[in-house]
């Protein structure tokens, strides 16, 4: 009998030995049965096996219950128990049973040492794994590679670097698993160029890599976007066939996705035997980072030709990629199949949808998508809000977010980041306020986008001290924090606090980015500080900005407002990508300096390069037109206006009648003003300055009054305009209350009350002009050239003693007006007094002076005064001043000298210069003179009767009655045919 259970007990031994490869529980089960009827479930070696049977099975429960029942478990029973623990995760599990197993006879094995390692890695039981280590090395296990590498792993996962680096080198062998762990030690802990060194140093010590090495490797040049050792890895895999692992090809898919090459990602799918969504979620996720949607799309349809399914992740990037491209039809057809394929109920996917739909400005479907959420997180509202948000409604944005409250959800960061845009274009910046407080009830005031956006609100707002207060209440101030700050004071003019800003972030030692140089180039701009806008330049240069295209235009535009045009049309020459904006800023720095010739020349190479002209450019060619007097090619550009369909806007339509009305066209300058749908003050202004310089005043007086029944409020320019018309007209009355009107409106900042009485005989100061601003300087011109023409000129030296600064045009205006009356003494003194200066003098001042030494006889100061005008202040003498002098000589009798400047002057002689010397021809009886005189008179104007009655005189004095007959003869008949 004991032979037979002997032989029984060999044959169950052999039995559970074979069954223990196979890991098949129902015949682990039948043979523990049979065991049973043979009663040796107590013997010894069979217990042992059957507890490792169920272990390997993964049946814990029988294990367990039979390792309970063992008169004495043995090592391998002990470990295989362990080990099974450890598989399952129960990690506390395995440590307790190693515990109990140190309290028994049973020495450990390096197996059993190699369980309880990987459950201290699981459990970061660091203390543990330390007494272990102490174990194994007494026990000589410590050489050993197996246990080695999972010590080595225990420290790795523990982030005990410094550990590992020692264990790996004590290592008797390091083989690609021990290099495998070493190097996700390094990735682990974010030292990816660590990890990349001992890929290299693995590769140099000729140590073969495994599937596991790639995948390591690969994702730390993924990490560090080592793109060639990235590429140097994918090679070497291809060598060995790692490539063709999915692991392998995965990360090999993640990692050209990541880089941005997409298209290597899909050689790579297209080389693996078999795929799945894992990868090509990958690829279709690197096709939208890279922009390249259409081509995400096309993922779409071929990873279904290659029997891969989609997933959530799948259709979430399939969305994204439509929302990218606006690709509403597109979108649309995912919807469906994510309906179909049940996964439109996950929260994510749900949320994805809200921000497509939004994000193409369709609403009702973003609502009803927003609707049907089985349940609406705080994501799902936020995207809700910042669709709205995004497509200007900013109210409804607001009323979501109430409706999101009063459902007792807490809104995020997200959330008000999203809420704060919507406070933006509101007029009001209560609610936002409103907003504010409740950001700071809930803390995430500390959170710095949140606050960044906070200071964005306040800042367009134009609310720059609450701005400048959330700034300075920042615990830490990044880069985006003073990009805000500094673009709105720009925005709101204060050009010199943005230029402190900037060197106030220098001093804090941040470096600035592109959205920093582009509102302090354009405060340099503003302010027309060239110097700091060239520091800025060549620091910008240094950075490798230069290449950046709104940085470049940015550049441009502050060359071209400081006047550098140089620089500007250099720096326009050297960009990359020439744009309508770049052309804009060049075309217009020359259209503010009045190169008008270079506007129109550029307008035409900026049509050559093949872009068209839009408002800006359009602006600046009407006024190039209007300044050249070319309204030939004005009227060629007003067309090309027409067929565009700009004419109706505003700066066009103001620049238009503008160049129509200097030009000399009145008639068309009002058919386009009365073509437009806003008529503003700038409009009605051109027009009635055009009339008004053409000397149609009536007509500018009737344009003033239509433009008062419109409603306009006129500027202080329209005010001059009105000035200089009742000037022209010399309704002094009229010309005051104008005044007084400027003085009740506000418009004029200096120079109240001018029309008070000054005690002071005449001015004697300096002027500093600039003082003031043009428009102020061209009504207080105005002021004084009306009373000068109605010869007050008590009030205009009035006005002129108020006036805190002077330019050359009142000068010249109260001189002439001096001159006019014949006064002699206050047109010297002026004179002598400008002169002092050095700074005013001008051709119209020295006319002045010579129109009374001609009035006075004062031959020898006239002559003085025309050789220093054109041998001192080189001044070229006009048919106006010639005249003067011919006058002058005429005058003093000294006729043949009259006669000389006559045929030495360069231009024509006029009806004046005729009329003059006729006139002295009749005083000093100088018959040969007058006669020519005459003939030259009649010549110009026929109808001039008085030259006749002159001519007449000349005769009769000299006793020639029949020639003197005939004259009178033609001048009668001349009076009938007028007649």
């Not at 009663?39 to 309970?68: K, P, T, W």
């Not at 006005?799 to 002077?806: E, K, N, P, S």
């Not at 005189?953 to 045919?977: G, K, T």
Request: aromatic share 10%; hydrophobic share 40%.
């Amino acid at each position: 009998m004991g032979s037979t259970c002997a032989a029984s007990a060999e044959q169950f031994i052999s039995l559970l030995s074979k069954c223990k490869k196979l890991k098949d529980l129902s015949l682990s089960r039948e043979i523990h049965t049979r065991i049973a009827l043979f009663g040796l479930e107590a013997h010894l070696v069979i217990g042992n096996y059957l507890v490792q049977n169920y272990a390997g099975c993964r049946s814990m429960q029988d294990a367990q219950f039979l390792f309970n029942r063992l008169a004495y478990a043995d090592e391998y029973a002990w470990t295989s128990l362990i080990h099974s623990h450890v598989e399952y995760g129960e990690y506390n599990d395995a440590l307790h049973l190693f515990h109990s197993m140190e309290g028994t006879l049973v020495q450990p094995s390096k197996y059993t040492f190699v369980a309880v390692l990987k459950a201290c890695a699981h459990l970061k039981a660091l203390e543990i794994g330390l007494c272990i280590h102490l174990r194994i090395v007494k026990m000589g296990y410590d050489i050993d590679s197996y246990i080695g590498n999972t010590l080595l792993n225990m420290y790795s996962i523990n982030n005990t670097l410094l550990e590992t680096k020692k264990l790996f080198e004590l290592l008797p062998k390091k083989v690609a698993v021990s290099w495998n762990i070493l190097i996700a030690g390094y990735r682990d802990f974010g030292l990816t160029d660590k990890a990349l060194e001992c890929l290299n140093e693995m590769q140099s010590q000729n140590v073969l890599p495994n599937e596991v090495t790639f995948l390591e490797g690969l994702q730390a040049c993924c990490s560090f976007r080592a793109v060639s050792k990235g590429r140097g890895l994918h090679s070497e895999a291809i060598k060995l066939g790692a490539d063709e692992d999915l692991s392998v090809g995965t990360t090999l898919v993640n990692m050209y996705s990541k880089f941005g090459l997409p298209v290597e990602a899909q050689t790579v799918i297209h080389h693996l035997r078999t795929s799945s969504v894992v990868c090509w979620n990958a690829l279709i996720t690197g096709y939208v980072e890279s922009f390249s949607v259409q081509e995400a799309l096309k993922c779409l349809d071929q990873m279904q030709h290659y029997g891969v399914a989609p997933n959530s992740v799948t259709f979430i990037y399939g969305i994204k990629a439509c929302t990218v491209s606006q690709d509403l039809i597109g979108g649309q057809i995912l919807h469906s199949e994510i309906i179909v394929t049940g996964f439109d109920h996950l929260p994510d996917v749900g949320n994805s949808l809200v921000d497509f739909y939004a994000k193409c400005g369709t609403m009702l479907e973003t609502c009803d998508v927003f609707d049907k959420l089985p349940k609406r997180s705080v994501v799902s509202w936020s995207s809700l809000i910042r669709g709205y948000v995004e497509n200007c409604v900013n109210d409804d944005a607001l009323k979501c977010f109430g409706k999101m409250n009063s459902e007792g959800l807490f809104p995020d960061a997200a959330t008000y980041v999203c809420v704060l845009q919507a406070c933006e274009g509101l007029e009001s910046q209560n609610i936002g306020r409103d907003v504010h407080v409740m950001i700071v009830k809930v803390g995430h005031e500390k959170n710095l986008y949140v606050s960044n956006m906070l200071l964005n609100m306040y800042m367009k707002g134009g609310h720059l001290a609450d701005g400048r207060g959330i700034f300075n209440s920042l615990q830490y101030q990044n880069l985006i924090s003073w990009n805000t700050l500094i673009t709105g004071y720009v925005e709101h003019g204060l050009d010199s606090e943005c230029l402190l800003l900037y060197e106030q972030l220098r001093l804090e030692g941040l470096i600035p980015d592109v959205t920093t140089f582009i509102p302090v180039l354009k405060a340099c701009g503003f302010q027309k500080n060239t110097l700091i806008g060239q520091q800025l330049h060549a620091f910008i240069v240094c950075m490798g900005f230069e290449s950046d295209t709104f940085l470049g235009n940015s550049i441009v535009d502050m060359y071209s407002k400081c006047g550098s045009l140089v620089e500007a049309h250099y720096v326009f020459a050297l960009l990359l990508t020439q744009t309508r904006v770049s052309w804009n800023s060049i075309i217009t720095g020359f259209s503010e300096y009045g190169l008008s010739e270079d506007v129109l020349r550029l307008a035409r190479e900026m049509n050559d390069a093949c872009f068209s002209s839009d408002i800006t450019t359009y602006v600046c060619i009407i006024k190039a037109c209007r300044s050249l007097k070319l309204i030939v090619d004005g009227q060629k550009y007003h067309k090309e206006i027409i067929v565009k369909g700009l004419e109706g806007h505003l700066y066009v339509g103001s620049a238009l009648v503008d160049m129509y009305a200097n030009c000399g066209l009145p008639v068309e300058a009002q058919m386009v003003l009365n073509g437009l749908p806003g008529r503003n003050v700038v409009t009605w202004t051109s027009l009635i300055t055009g009339y008004m310089e053409l000397g149609l005043d009536l007509d500018a007086l009737e344009c003033f009054g239509r433009m008062l029944a419109d409603h306009i409020s006129p500027s202080i320019i329209t005010y001059a305009s009105i000035l200089r018309v009742y000037s022209n007209l010399l309704v002094l009355s009229k010309g005051e209350e104008v005044y007084s009107r400027i003085i009740k409106e506000g418009l004029l900042s200096s120079c109240e009350g001018c029309l008070g009485k000054c005690e002071n005989k005449l001015p004697c100061r300096q002027s500093q002009a600039g003082e003031l601003e043009d428009a102020e300087f061209f009504v207080m011109n105005s002021l004084i050239d009306m009373y000068c023409k109605c010869g007050n000129m008590l009030d205009a030296h009035n006005v002129f003693g108020r006036m805190d600064a002077v330019d050359p045009v009142t000068w010249n205006a109260l001189l002439i007006g001096y001159a006019r009356q014949g006064n002699t003494e206050n047109v010297l003194h002026i004179f002598n007094e400008v002169q002092e200066t050095s700074e005013y003098l001008n051709e119209v001042m020295f006319l002045a002076v010579l129109t009374v030494c001609s009035h006075d006889g004062l031959i020898i100061l006239g002559k003085e005064c025309f050789q220093m005008m054109i041998k001192e202040y080189c001044f070229f003498p006009t048919l106006e001043h010639l005249n003067c002098l011919t006058d002058l000589f005429s005058r003093a009798g000294q006729l043949e000298a009259a006669v000389a400047i006559l045929e030495s002057m360069p231009y024509e002689p006029d009806l004046v210069t005729w009329s003059t010397l006729l006139g002295a021809s009749r005083i000093f009886a100088d018959v040969h003179l007058g006669k020519q005189s005459f003939e030259w008179v009649a010549r110009l104007d026929r109808g001039n009767a008085a030259a006749f009655i002159v001519m007449s005189n000349i005769y009769a004095e000299a006793d020639m009655w029949e020639d003197a007959e005939r004259i009178d003869s033609e001048r009668h008949m001349l009076d009938v045919s007028h007649y």
